[in-house]
């Protein structure tokens, strides 16, 4: 045994204790809430948007729709009575999600042999067998409705792709991608300020930003009519729901 | 207004009518009103007695039931009377029964031919001179008169409308609603009457419904929720074909 420098035996010291970092707990402060439980604004009796909840809570305590956002890939299969095998898989990117209770929807894009093509599908249509997220990622918009005017190598994905897997208690990751155009025409002017979008790279003149600059209404952040604080409402949403879907 | 599932995969949309505070209020016989049938006023959603008439105030009293917002009359069957004061529930209706809606339509306030009537107007360009949404010809030079009832401007709207032969798909008894197909006239949260359907076609639809009307203190006690046979619930697992 080592001897220190006074000659006698070293007091046992006891290794450090390692530390313990509790991913469980980390995993609970992250709360996601799908964007279709949030109420609309307007008359609505809060009854009718109970009731609705209910039914959506139903729905996902006998079928799993897992957490994705605009931006991340999604294989979703369907029952087709008109297939091989009654079953209809298509694999797509995340462009939209639209519509609030149970008619929320969401758009998946992807290019087959040159082709585009996008399907809307209803998140709680019962014809909806499966949805699995095979790359769980945000991107830089809400709305990534200009790929259609994008080059198409940024809306292919292959049809046996592998899942990425993705650790629950990391952060979904922000996919900084700034996506080329085709020339223009496209289907809608994407550089204006309405839009209000980031992820494309524009390779237009500097004299035609400027001009698209015209149509910014730099009064809309500042109109207090159109603001609606969603914070408290969620958190109430997200109350109820966790606890029905823990029962 | 909601979406429904049936088990084949379809999807209907639905309207939630709230059955809220529903009293029967008097008893008309016969003689006293003076049609074929007897008739039973019954009144809704309960209000302020403030801006109500006196005569309607002495109904409601004599009844026991507080005020209401709006009153109907439905013509019954001798075996169908029911004592006024007993209240009426959504449990009257029955998933795969077929039922009217009628109801006010939203006021659109004064509106010119084309909206109101559906008139074509005239073009926008090639020479028309300040004619654009103009009714045009109003009659022939023979007549000489303008027909009562041509189509004109006016206010159009807020008069009661009639959707007929809805089917009713799921019935909710703790909060009284009923889930009608389709759509039904009138705005949101605005009163609505609903009646057993007239149409011919649906004439022997209802199969054992609950007569003269649903009694909650009565024996029988239904499940929170019923459902018609095509229904997709949303305790089943997802739709498949075979």
Not at chain 1, 181 to 205: A, D, Q, T, V
Request: proline share 8%.
């Amino acid at each position: 045994c080592r001897m220190s420098s006074d000659g006698k035996p070293a007091k046992f010291q006891p290794p450090p204790k390692p530390v313990i970092i509790d991913k469980q707990k980390q995993r609970e402060e992250k709360r996601f809430l799908s964007p279709e439980f949030i109420p609309p604004r307007g008359r609505i009796d809060p009854l009718k948007l109970f009731l609705e909840r209910k039914d959506m809570i139903q729905r996902r305590k006998v079928f799993n729709i897992p957490e994705f956002y605009v931006g991340s890939i999604l294989a979703v299969t369907t029952a087709d009575p008109y297939a091989n095998n009654k079953t209809n898989r298509f694999v797509g990117i995340c462009i939209q999600r639209g519509g609030k209770g149970l008619g929320a929807t969401f758009v998946l894009r992807n290019v087959i042999e040159d082709q585009g093509v996008e399907i809307c599908y209803e998140l709680y249509s019962p014809r909806i067998q499966a949805i699995e997220v095979l790359k769980l990622e945000k991107r830089l918009d809400d709305n990534l409705m200009y790929l259609r005017d994008a080059l198409p190598q940024y809306s292919t994905f292959d049809m046996n792709m592998k899942p990425v897997s993705h650790l629950d208690h990391e952060e979904v990751p922000v996919n900084k991608l700034q996506v080329r155009m085709k020339p223009k025409p496209w289907s809608k002017r994407w550089e204006r300020p309405k839009y209000n979008i980031k992820g494309i790279k524009f390779e237009l003149p500097e004299e035609k930003m400027r001009k698209a600059q015209k149509w910014s209404q730099p009064w809309l952040e500042f109109d207090m009519m159109r603001e609606y604080d969603t914070s408290k409402i969620e958190e109430k949403i997200w109350k109820e729901v966790s606890e029905e879907l823990k029962k | 207004m909601m979406p429904v599932w049936t088990k084949s995969g379809k999807k209907h949309a639905v309207t939630l009518l709230k059955v809220q505070d529903c009293h029967v209020l008097r008893y008309i016989s016969k003689e006293e009103s003076g049609g074929k049938t007897s008739k039973l006023l019954v009144g809704g959603k309960n209000g302020s007695p403030f801006f109500k008439s006196e005569a309607a105030m002495e109904i409601f009293k004599e009844a026991g039931v507080p005020p209401k917002q709006k009153v109907t009359t439905f013509n019954v069957t001798d075996d169908a009377i029911i004592k006024p004061g007993t209240p009426l529930y959504a449990a009257h209706f029955r998933p795969g029964q077929f039922v009217d809606v009628t109801a006010k339509t939203i006021g659109k306030g004064f509106q010119g031919v084309m909206k109101r009537w559906g008139f074509k107007g005239q073009p926008a360009s090639h020479g028309q001179t300040k004619t654009h949404r103009r009714p045009g010809a109003i009659s022939t030079n023979k007549a000489a008169k303008v027909y009562r009832g041509k189509k004109m401007p006016g206010k159009m709207g807020n008069i009661y409308r009639t959707s007929f032969g809805l089917k009713v798909w799921r019935i909710n008894t703790k909060h009284d609603i009923i889930y009608v197909n389709g759509s039904v006239p009138g705005h949101t949260n605005c009163l609505v009457k609903v009646k057993d359907s007239k149409l011919p076609t649906y004439k022997d639809c209802n199969k054992n419904p609950p007569f003269p009307t649903f009694f909650a203190d009565g024996d029988e006690s239904l499940p929170e929720d019923l459902y018609d046979e095509e229904i997709f619930q949303f305790t089943d697992p997802s739709v498949t074909y075979a």
